[in-house]
């Protein structure tokens, strides 16, 4: 297949999954939704963070954005469980079947986490966590719904407002927190503040746990020694960057619209806390427990 067929092929699929998904969305009456969301529409409405046109230099090339509005929270669970209920009660069953949630992804993990996989998106205790264990498409359908819901509501403060994935460009920009160079969306070259607390909610190794293979030379990690947070964190946990962006790194992986995830895990090492880090193995394989997203909005 040449370039030119292959990229007619994947304009013509992202129309084809793009028109799917408003066709369904059409059919609710937003008006009525709102009756349920409206708090929800003032709180996301509250939440987004202006970024004006700023640029972030790596160390292979330089990264710009024009200005857009940001989540200051990654998606929680009880704002993505309103989306579900809301396509439920409108009896969009095969929009509702692709946009739910896996919790079996959670046994990715181990048989430790079988309790978690029953709880996590059901219990009211975990509604102020980061969504995770969705596929692409649905990220993508809750921000089209959240923008059909928005231009319901009489007393919004944005004209015309979309939601949508942000761009990978986007995402590192508002990582950056204002600065062209940092190392990670905080300040500093470490992973720990001048208290000595970790800056995000990652998996720790421990020195104790890194060696020098005698047999390759190459340094390792031994796994079954590894010091494990416990889990994902709520979503306003650790301290935001200069943005006022909570959890740009750690806790949940972010999705990108180009498919590129950011920010590493609560289950990533280290390194992948770095805002120009390469993506890491795995996490764009989905839906998993270690990826989420947070929203853009563009408005007039």
């Known amino acids: 297949m040449n370039k030119k067929l292959l990229l007619l092929t994947i304009v013509l699929c992202c129309a084809t999954l793009c028109f799917g998904q408003k066709e369904g969305l059409d059919k609710i009456d937003y008006n009525k939704s709102l009756t349920a969301n409206t708090t929800n529409i003032k709180l996301v409405e509250s939440q987004m963070k202006y970024i004006n046109h700023s640029y972030y230099k790596t160390l292979d090339k330089n990264v710009s954005a024009g200005d857009f509005y940001i989540s200051i929270f990654e998606i929680t669970n009880s704002l993505y469980k309103a989306f579900l209920k809301d396509l439920k009660d409108n009896k969009l069953e095969d929009l509702y079947e692709k946009c739910k949630i896996n919790g079996e992804g959670w046994l990715q993990i181990s048989e430790a986490f079988e309790s978690t996989a029953k709880t996590y998106h059901t219990d009211a205790k975990w509604n102020e966590y980061p969504v995770v264990n969705i596929s692409q498409e649905a990220a993508e359908t809750f921000c089209l719904w959240l923008t059909k819901l928005y231009a319901a509501y009489n007393g919004a403060k944005f004209n015309n407002a979309e939601f949508r994935l942000p761009t990978e460009s986007e995402w590192i920009i508002a990582a950056a927190g204002g600065s062209e160079n940092s190392l990670y969306p905080w300040d500093g070259k470490f992973l720990r503040n001048k208290k000595g607390e970790w800056n995000a909610n990652f998996k720790i190794a421990g020195e104790e746990n890194i060696r020098i293979n005698p ?86």
Request: net charge neutral; no cysteine; proline share 6%.
């Open 215 to 300: 047999k390759t030379n190459n340094i390792e990690i031994l796994d079954n020694n590894i010091l494990y947070q416990t889990t994902l964190s709520p979503v306003k946990a650790f301290e935001p960057n200069k943005y006022g962006l909570y959890q740009m790194a750690g806790n949940a992986a972010e999705l990108t619209s180009n498919g590129k995830v950011k920010g590493g895990s609560w289950h990533s090492f280290g390194y992948y806390m770095q805002i120009a880090a390469e993506d890491e193995p795995g996490l764009t394989e989905l839906p998993n427990p270690f990826t989420g997203f947070r929203i853009v909005m563009k408005a007039k």
